[in-house]
């Protein structure tokens, strides 16, 4: 696979309970990320990848995929008939990323 998942978010209007919900139910190691209100979700085992759990009004799931060139992709994207939710976008010292719908309204993390 030329462009692996390498993580997930869930999100939801109580971060917190989220995440004790998913500690509970499957024991992942869940602690306080970089962010208020959002939970990393550390990898389980090797072949684990890692998660994070964020508030919002709504619910979703996210995967993020691996990209060479995040601008290109999300260019890519856009060609193909997606959406851009959230362009390209640098946090110091944690991601750069962005997020994109899929012509069905599927939202598809991409990380650089």
Known sequence: MSDPVV???IAGPDSAALAD???KLFGW???EGPFPTYQTI???GPNGISGGIR???FTER??????ENLDASVKRAVELG?????PPTLVP??????LIEDPAGNRTGLVQ
């Open 21 to 23: 919900f998913y500690r």
């Open 7 to 9: 993580r997930f978010e």
């Open 93 to 98: 010292g944690v991601v750069h990323f962005a």
């Open 29 to 31: 190691s869940i602690s």
């Open 62 to 67: 996210v995967f993020y995929a691996k990209v």
């Open 42 to 44: 550390a990898p389980a």
């Open 55 to 57: 508030q919002e009004t």
């Open 82 to 86: 997606g959406r851009v939710v959230i």
